[in-house]
């Protein structure tokens, strides 16, 4: 009986480091994402890995995608009607 007298001390020190886990990861943003690393692992390259300097040389090095950003009439398209091959 008198081992209660150090357990439900300890089990409640316990709980509430469990508790003070909780929020502190729940503030950190820990729980944002739950799918994206088990995603993640599908993909050879993460581009968020990268730094903003090798992103922009890997974008300037492959051929342009329907998918990217600037559409593809932007791309090959200039303002000056003289130098417009179409």
Known sequence: MSILYLLIPIS???LSLAV???F???KHDQ???LEGPAYRILFD???NDLTAEQR???RAHRKPRIDDDTP???EHHSGDPDKNPH
């Open 72 to 74: 593809a009439s932007e």
């Open 56 to 58: 922009q040389r890997k």
């Open 31 to 33: 729980f944002d994402d």
């Open 45 to 47: 390259e993460d581009e």
């Open 20 to 22: 003070w886990a909780f």
């Open 24 to 26: 502190w990861a729940v």
């Open 12 to 14: 409640l020190l316990l």
